[in-house]
């Protein structure tokens, strides 16, 4: 008996059996200690293809635990909720906001079915936590129900259309700072080679003498203009549709929550939103998602070119343009000793190759949605977290690891300009010479 005791001690307390819940389709096991239940369940066992787990995405759980903290203010001032559930909801919601228990969201945020899965992860979970608070186990739902409750004159459709701007109108704060960086960094090289005179070049060919700064400062320039156009383009995100509920008719919601709602949520988030004109537009279109990753993929463009334009001028370093110098973070070879390769101009390149099939794949959810609800505007609104996120990453690096270093190579810049063959013409040669054509023409 003594051996057993010690064999049982030895093989450490038995794992808790999972619980079951009941759903339209039948009963599931769902792990004991998740906040989680049936209906995610299904969603990790139906959906799942990409690997991006909502758990993955901290600030759009920020954004949609936000939604439903106002939902539950805007239910409590239209005495849809009582005080006790209002309370309890919000206080879950608090948590998620807070960072906390991300790995309570395994749905793969690509799945399909209009983002169910999404809202319906978000709202067993609030629910499990609000229930908890109140004493009682994780799946009994109660007295905070995931739909009755959580999603109490709600639905998948206005909650992640809604949640998903106020997620993206969060994150261009950093993504715009990562620009501004880099624009910086550019500016500055602008004016630190300014007094370097090199050649110009017009289809790869010679051209004229200029001052090497000049081509820095239209990189700045092109930069500057990009986060302009981004910021244009997402002022049209401040325009969302909760209260719409499924199609845009507010079927479900009453009147005094519709009013309620999108005050509730100024609260919430500071930002200044409002509803949009029409409502079943909203649910049918996401061009304006679509208008910002256009946005990002134009910026990727001019990244693209900048970083290429930094590679050809440093090539060589003596069969090659060789009139800058990029700063030596890395080796470049396995193979050839003391080779210096462009690494981070290509891991920019590399980034907006990336960012051009987030910007494709948005764009492919706008003409792909159908009739009245696009079910695909989470993949649109996912693409554009990732752009960001690389954008984030590559764009300081390149700024920092390469523009900031780079130095002239001025014996060699001052030598292709003192070559350069072709000068502009003046005004009066160009006068005479326009002279003898109309005078051959007569």
């Known amino acids: 008996m003594g ?37 995610t369940v299904r969603a990790i066992r139906n959906l799942s293809f990409s690997g991006k787990t909502l758990g993955h995405y901290p600030a759009i759980i920020r954004a949609l635990a936000i939604v439903k903290q106002a939902a539950a203010r805007a239910n409590r001032a239209a005495r849809v909720l009582d005080a006790r559930v209002c309370a309890a909801i919000e206080r879950a919601c608090q948590a998620l906001i807070a960072g906390e228990h991300l790995d309570q969201f395994p749905v793969d945020v690509l799945g399909g079915g209009g983002s169910i899965a999404i809202n319906m992860n978000l709202n067993e979970v609030i629910a499990n936590l609000a229930n908890e608070q109140a004493g009682a186990p994780r799946g009994s739902y109660a007295p905070v129900h995931p739909k009755a409750h959580v999603n109490a ?20 704060t950093a993504t715009r700072a990562a620009l501004e960086i880099c624009a910086g960094a550019a500016r500055a090289k602008a004016a630190q080679l300014r007094s370097v005179i090199a050649i110009a070049r017009t289809c790869l060919q010679d051209a004229s003498p200029v001052a090497l700064g000049e081509l820095f400062g239209g990189h700045a320039a092109a930069i500057e ?34 009013r309620a709602i999108i ?36 910026l990727a463009e001019v990244l693209i070119k900048i970083a290429q334009d930094v590679r050809l001028l440093a090539s060589g370093p003596d069969g090659g343009f ?14 050839f000793q003391g080779k210096i390769n462009p690494l981070i101009a290509e891991t920019l390149l590399q980034c907006c190759f990336q960012v051009l099939g987030c910007e ?83």
């Open 3 to 39: 051996d057993r005791r010690r064999q049982v001690a030895a093989a450490g307390p038995r794992p808790t059996p999972p619980r079951l819940e009941r759903d339209l389709l039948g009963e599931l096991a769902v792990p004991a200690a998740a906040l989680y239940g049936i209906q």
């Open 263 to 298: 005050p509730r949520l100024h609260e919430l988030t500071g930002l200044r939103l409002r509803r949009r004109d029409n409502l079943y537009d909203a649910a049918q279109n996401i061009d304006d998602l679509a208008e910002v990753a256009a946005q990002f993929g134009i």
């Open 360 to 442: 494709r794949a948005a764009r492919l959810a706008l003409e792909r949605g159908e009739l009245d609800l696009n079910v695909f505007e989470s993949s649109a609104a996912i693409n554009l977290f990732d752009a960001m996120d690389m954008i984030e990453r590559a764009v300081p690096l390149f700024a920092e690891l390469c523009l900031t270093g780079i130095t002239a190579n001025e014996p060699r810049c001052a030598a292709l300009a003192a070559g350069a063959r072709f000068k502009p013409q003046n005004s009066r040669t160009i006068v005479s010479k326009s002279a003898r054509l109309d005078r051959r023409s007569k």
């Open 322 to 335: 060789a009139e800058i110098i990029l700063p030596s973070v890395q080796e470049g070879s396995s193979f």
């Open 225 to 258: 203009r990009r986060i302009a156009a981004l910021d244009r383009s997402l002022e049209a995100l401040r325009q969302i549709n909760l209260g719409g509920t499924a199609i845009g008719s507010g079927e479900g919601a009453p009147a005094a929550y519709r």
């Open 153 to 172: 004159s709600q639905s998948t459709a206005d909650v992640c259309h809604s949640a998903i701007r106020i997620a993206i109108l969060h994150r261009w």
